[in-house]
């Protein structure tokens, strides 16, 4: 069965692998709509809204979280990475990085932040509806119970579950398979980085956070095209996600001052700096590193099968 759908139209991997996401993602609200009420005596939204003081509840919406990731997000992937290659971690771009891959990705990653958080101050203007405003308010309250660390235990289970889980399921759904999907429909690599990080936004649903998620769903993409690697666009995830939590983490404990959870604005001049000091990263990433392979093997005029073209080829 590996290998099912290598030959068949872009199209027909698009409806295939849509397919499992909404299917699975189906699935997995019907389940927890079905097993909340026994589990816990209420709703999944008398939980949601509630006070959530009750360790129980707090430890079920954490097991909930885990499962909607590798449901909604690694499970399709994965499975349609399986039907489309024999090959399945080469076809994902799942080698082993070098140690300057990774450094250069991560430094990249962190490079990206000072402009992420610039329109982040601009993206909190944005005049949305209160009933968007509310959402946005239950959600931030929900992650703000479910962040609460007071030992070192926490700390490590938060880091999985926010951190290192999403990472992974994420990468290998939007990077992995939607972006290159993207990019074998439109042949432009850029735009296919820009509009895979606008769904990478959209589907986190928070309005006032849409911005720099964009911003970090195309420095993730970026780092995949140049370097033909998933895993330095997963480690880079994990840096962006864990960073936030272990500084959240000092917060609560009084080691730091400022609330990870709140968007403090940066100097201009650093922005402004970190700008040209991040392009010449994935620059310097592109140099050390194998592009990204974009399309399927096809005969040349010659008679001689290519496998992939080149990134550069694509630019």
Do not use: C
């Not at 499962?67 to 399986?82: E, M, S």
């Not at 992974?168 to 939007?174: H, N, R, V």
């Amino acid at each position: 069965m590996s290998g099912y759908l290598k030959q068949s139209p872009v199209s027909l991997q698009f409806v295939t692998f849509l397919g499992f996401a909404f299917g699975f993602f189906a699935l997995y609200l019907y389940g927890l709509q079905a097993i909340t009420p026994g589990v816990t005596g209420q709703t999944l939204e008398a939980l949601q809204s509630g006070t959530l003081t009750d360790p129980n509840s707090i430890g079920y919406l954490k097991i909930t979280q885990f499962l909607y990731t590798l449901i909604a997000f690694f499970v399709p992937a994965a499975l349609f990475a399986y039907l489309w290659q024999p090959y399945p971690a080469k076809y994902l771009g799942l080698k082993t990085p070098s140690g300057l891959q990774i450094i250069l990705a991560l430094l990249a990653m962190y490079g990206s932040l000072p402009f992420a958080n610039l329109l982040g101050q601009w993206n909190e203007t944005w005049p949305i509806s209160q009933s968007a405003r509310d959402l946005q308010s239950m959600a931030e309250k929900l992650l703000g119970v479910m962040l609460k660390m007071p030992t070192l235990q926490d700390l490590f289970i938060n880091l999985v579950l926010v951190a290192i889980v999403p990472a992974i399921a994420e990468e290998l759904f939007f990077r992995g398979v939607f972006q290159r999907l993207i990019i074998k429909a439109t042949g432009k690599v850029w735009l296919s980085v820009f509009i895979t990080s606008i769904l990478f936004s959209a589907i986190h649903g928070e309005m006032l956070g849409f911005l720099p998620r964009v911003v970090m769903g195309f420095a993730l993409g970026a780092i995949y095209v140049l370097s033909g690697n998933l895993w330095l666009s997963i480690f880079a995830h994990i840096l962006n996600n864990g960073l936030q939590v272990i500084l959240l983490y000092l917060f609560q404990h009084g080691m730091v001052k400022e609330d990870p959870m709140k968007n403090t604005p940066v100097e201009w001049y650093y922005i402004v700096l970190s700008i040209p000091v991040t392009i010449g990263l994935f620059w310097a990433l592109s140099k050390k590193s194998t592009p990204m392979l974009m399309t399927d093997p096809v005969n040349r005029k010659d008679g001689a099968e290519v496998e992939e073209i080149g990134a550069d080829e694509n630019f």
